[in-house]
């Protein structure tokens, strides 16, 4: 918003350097974004002269010879003219020959149609005064002849342009400006007074305008209209024209720009009506009907819809309400009678309709801010007194008024103890008061208080709508006392240990182990088409996760898996070339089960086949490589995978491939898992060519443990490794996994703590000759390593025949010779 601050000292009498109070303003918690300065420039060698003659140039029809007296700056001086406002005797502006005006135009003495011209006569552009350049500036008075022109003409104005938050509304204006410098600077806040307050007692009744009517209060809570008759519509005056220029707007008529410049001071905005184009008398505030059509000021005409609030009359939409006029009711040259409005509209029925239409105004940029409710009667009472005073009329009637003025008294205890506490440093209460007071926000009833220091209530005025706790009290006082004030001491806190929440700790884990492993991360959106669920999901688990309202067609689904947006990204690097096989995705799936739907916690993983031939291939993935991530992904989710039954995939598979996939968990347990390939008639029907490994596990955030597992960091060794292998003749249908644990457990409890165990790994598997039916042969190397010694043969060895032995009496499995 543009400030003025010359308009701003028609309130406070602010006396400070620009550079003082934009600090201010800073400081006030205000962004000021622009300061401009407005106004003729320092202008050397430019003077006040009077023409003492004027005849036609002879060579030229549209030119004039004017002799021009400047005194004591260089005497007579013959200047060829081309205006026609000004007449002999008048006192006018002069540039001499060295003078330079705005725009780096420079004076010089020259022939203009063989004529000697001996500097120029200004227009009120050329000075920077303005843009009327319909003639030369024609000075008041008689200033002294000669005298710098400088000294003669207006003083300039000051413009900050200045951002303002969204929850400060009543610094919109001028007055709410001018409130927070005066708190600053410790001036006196003079408010501008209404002549008229309402009283039209005698004044007869309109005979062009009957009433309002508001079929909608919850979007208009208060509406009044005036009527004035006899007005006549001209320019505004100078001074009024002026300001509004200064801060961007383009004076219109006196009614209209009253209007702008009672919204610019007051922060409510207005409307005045031509009462004569109201069919009908009355107003009418209501819900446009769908496809009603409006042309608005700015000439374009618009459809509306049913949620679009308009100010009708009795037979077509008048206004947008809250937010631009019509072409078919506003003031024009040959209006007399007017019918003004002050309103407040709900601010978030104006947001949508600025919004749904891409219309923007002034007065829709405060509504949807918040205006002052308790202000609006008395800014059209301004707005009366100015009409009346730069276009005549009378009021006629009383004001029709539809809703009043909800009382209004907000109060809130605040101590100077808590102020102190919140602060971490002391004010004194009585400055705490003066801050409150200079904001008009009244600190009463003062008593000591239980916490130390003085207690007070304080009254909240209704444009400090923001306003409601005491910590916002807190920040208030700060504001006006200075934050700069703020004393320089060493903060000491003591350290919160906390834990991030486990669903991101979860979602990093699991990230950073696939990262890892080659994986480029995707991101796609929750929602669904419903054809493609019924691959992935039973019929009602898709009636389930259907949405009631959905915004698009090809978006009408909770997504069960994040399968789905794996192979949208694969189909999508496929077709364009791009090498990324490897993909995968965290974020939230819907799973229905019984008829409720749960929302998990899930991490899903995809490999394609690599596309890129190299001179060296890689082993292929297989159903273990893809067992091997899902069980690292499940243990960053509390899970031990090896410890748990997987069921193979049948029947229809949802997704997957029978007899390739399986699945594991359940969502009674709080978790689930599927892996394996993927529908290979699925990957065709999409597009996908070659064969897709996928994993998903998911989990339920409330099953996620708080902690991961706790790394161990373990020096590396500096002596080296004793190796042996142990091979054992098991059952058939023994999981690897299970007896690599039970070795690597024997074998720690045989060494103690004689030396470390590093490792025990399966690294063969026989079946076949020699061996009994159905049975088979596990080998398993193990790593021994001492920290701080060399190992020999013999303790190593007897420590291998401690497990072998252990083994065979503890175990089903017998160690093999």
């Excluded at 949508?352 to 609006?376: F, I, K, Q």
């Excluded at 009346?388 to 008294?409: C, E, F, I, M």
């Excluded at 060794?717 to 690897?736: E, H, K, M, T, Y």
Aim: charged content about 25%; aromatic content about 6%; some cysteine.
């Amino acid at each position: 918003m543009k400030i003025s601050l010359n308009w701003i000292r028609d309130y406070v009498a602010l006396d400070a350097p620009v550079a003082e109070i934009e600090r201010a303003v800073t400081f006030l918690g205000f962004e000021v974004e622009h300061v401009a300065t407005l106004g003729a420039p320092p202008l050397e060698s430019v003077v006040v002269g009077e023409i003492l003659s004027s005849e036609k140039h002879p060579n030229a029809d549209k030119l004039s010879v004017c002799t021009v007296d400047v005194g004591a700056a260089g005497g007579v001086k013959t200047i060829v003219c081309g205006a026609t406002n000004y007449r002999v005797g008048d006192r006018v502006a002069v540039a001499l020959p060295g003078a330079v005006l705005p725009g780096d135009f420079r004076i010089k003495q020259s022939k203009i149609r063989g004529q000697l011209s001996d500097g120029m006569l200004c227009s009120s552009r050329e000075l920077g005064l303005g843009e009327d350049a319909g003639g030369i500036l024609v000075l008041g008075g008689r200033p002294a002849l000669g005298a710098p022109i400088n000294g003669e003409l207006p003083a300039g104005d000051t413009v900050l342009d200045i951002e303002v938050t969204p929850n400060r509304p009543d610094c919109l204006s001028h007055i709410g400006l001018a409130r927070e410098l005066a708190a600053w600077f410790r001036k006196d806040l003079v408010y501008p007074q209404e002549k008229f307050r309402g009283d039209a007692a005698g004044a007869g009744v309109s005979s062009l305008f009957s009433g309002v009517q508001v079929d909608t209060p919850g979007d208009c809570p208060l509406y009044s209209a005036h009527v004035i008759e006899g007005v006549r519509i001209g320019p505004s005056p100078p001074w009024m024209q002026d300001r509004l220029r200064a801060v961007g707007l383009r004076p219109v008529n006196n009614v209209v720009d009253v209007g702008n410049y009672v919204m610019l001071e007051c922060g409510q905005p207005l409307h005045a009506f031509d009462a004569r184009k109201i069919m009908g008398g009355r107003i009418i505030v209501r819900r446009a009907h769908d496809g009603e059509r409006i042309t608005t000021l700015d000439g374009k005409e618009r459809a509306l819809s049913g949620r679009t609030l308009v100010i009708a009359d009795a037979a077509r939409a008048l206004v947008v309400a809250g937010v631009m006029g019509g072409e078919n009711s506003g003031v024009d040259d040959s209006t007399t009678a007017i019918v003004l409005e002050s309103a407040i509209f709900k601010a978030s029925s104006i947001r949508w309709t600025s919004r749904a239409l891409g219309l923007s105004s002034d007065s829709s940029y405060r509504y949807e801010r918040g205006v002052d409710p308790h202000a609006a009667v008395e800014s059209a009472w301004r707005a009366i007194d100015l009409i009346l005073a730069t276009a005549g009329g009378r009021v006629v009637g009383q004001a029709s008024l539809v809703g009043g003025d909800v009382p209004w008294k907000r109060e809130i205890a605040l101590s100077s103890g808590f102020v102190d506490a919140r602060l971490g440093f002391e004010i004194p209460p009585q400055e705490m008061k003066a801050a409150l007071d200079a904001l008009e926000l009244r600190a009463d009833h003062a008593t000591a208080s239980p916490f130390g220091g003085v207690a007070w209530t304080v009254s909240i005025p209704s444009w400090r709508d923001d306003l409601d706790r005491p910590i916002d009290l807190v920040e208030e006082i700060l504001r006006i006392h200075g934050t700069e004030r703020i004393p320089a001491a060493r903060v000491s806190a003591a350290g919160v240990p906390g834990d991030d929440d486990p669903l991101v700790l979860f979602n990093r884990r699991v990230g950073a182990y696939l990262v890892g492993h080659d994986f480029c991360e995707c991101m796609n959106l929750t929602l669904r088409p419903a054809a493609e669920l019924t691959t992935w999901v039973s019929q009602t688990a898709a009636a389930e996760l259907a949405l009631t309202n959905p915004l698009v067609d090809d978006q009408t689904h909770l997504r069960p898996t994040l399968v789905m947006g794996l192979l949208d990204s694969l189909l999508l690097n496929q077709s364009r070339g791009v090498p990324a096989p490897r993909l995968f995705e965290t974020g939230r799936v819907f799973v229905e089960q019984n008829g409720q739907n749960f929302e998990a916690a899930a991490v899903a993983f995809a490999i394609a086949e690599d596309p890129v031939r190299r001179w060296r291939s890689r082993e292929a993935p297989d159903f273990y490589t893809v067992k091997r991530h899902v069980t690292a992904l499940a243990a960053a989710g509390g899970i031990d995978l090896d410890a748990e039954v997987l069921e193979p995939v049948a029947g229809p598979g949802f997704g997957w491939q029978e007899g390739h996939s399986v699945s594991a968990g359940s969502l009674e347990r709080g978790w689930v898992s599927r892996f394996g390939l993927v529908n290979l008639a699925l990957l065709r029907a999409r597009g996908i060519g070659g064969s897709v490994l996928a994993g998903v596990f998911a989990v339920l955030p409330e099953k996620l443990p708080s902690r991961g597992p706790r790394l161990r960091i373990r020096e590396p060794g500096n002596f080296p490794p004793a190796l042996r292998d142990l091979a054992l003749v098991v059952d058939r249908s023994a999981r690897a996994g299970d007896v690599r644990a039970l070795v690597a457990r024997v074998a720690g409890a045989a060494a103690g703590t004689l030396f470390d165990v590093e490792s025990a790994e399966v690294f063969d598997v026989y079946e076949g000759a020699g061996l009994p039916d159905g049975k088979k042969s596990l080998a398993l190397a193990l790593v021994f390593r001492s920290a701080s010694r060399t190992l020999t043969d013999d303790e190593v060895n007897g420590v291998l025949q401690k497990i072998r032995d252990e083994v065979a009496r503890t175990t089903p499995y017998q160690p093999r010779t």
